[in-house]
């Protein structure tokens, strides 16, 4: 089932997420219309919270940009209670971002470009990796929301206060996407 993207406003984007168990109830079912919703929404990354879940879970289809970046070729992963353990600072890149929860708003921002996380998969498996890279960004981005961050709140100055009326914007639900979404009313 496709979910609606809750847009910025909502306050669920700005709480910290819970972290789940194998309990959680449709847990499956749950991952599974993450999917169909990050697929009809055109993105790489969703999470929990973008679909009015405050939980700690993220779903990230990187296939769909293999063609530019070949070795995310059938890259499709779930993290469940992700966390970013250690942050390797010593390089850092800047990048173009922007987030189905923002629609329209496209900035420029500086990650560090390796960082340690701990997760378990969809079959409860723990993991603990270094990743670097374009993944390092889009985890980096996605597991802002569990923590109520969006990637805006790395601005700084007049980048900050350029957007600050687009922001309000989207929160008054004055925008176009091409995909459902939840305002705040």
Not at 140 to 152: I, R
Request: hydrophobic share 35%; aromatic share 8%; charged share 30%.
């Amino acid at each position: 089932m496709i979910l609606p993207i809750y847009t910025y406003g909502q306050p669920v984007l700005r709480n910290e997420a819970e972290d789940i168990d194998e309990n959680y109830p449709n847990l499956k079912q749950t991952i599974q219309d993450m999917y169909d919703t990050l697929d009809r929404s055109e993105g790489i990354g969703l999470a929990a919270p973008q679909v009015g879940l405050p939980i700690r879970l993220v779903v990230i289809n990187l296939d769909l940009i293999s063609e530019d970046l070949p070795e995310y070729k059938g890259y499709i992963r779930t993290f469940i209670n992700p966390y970013i353990e250690e942050v390797d600072d010593s390089e850092t890149d800047v990048m173009e971002e922007g987030c189905l929860s923002l629609p329209g708003i496209h900035e420029a921002v500086r990650r560090p470009t390796r960082i340690r996380v701990t997760y378990l998969d969809e079959d409860f498996q723990p993991h603990d990796e270094w990743v670097g890279g374009y993944l390092a960004r889009v985890m980096q981005h996605e597991f802002d929301h569990l923590d109520g961050m969006v990637f805006t709140d790395h601005l700084k100055g007049l980048r900050k206060q350029l957007i600050r009326k687009k922001l309000q914007s989207i929160a008054k639900g004055d925008f176009a996407c091409n995909y459902k979404v939840k305002v705040k009313r």
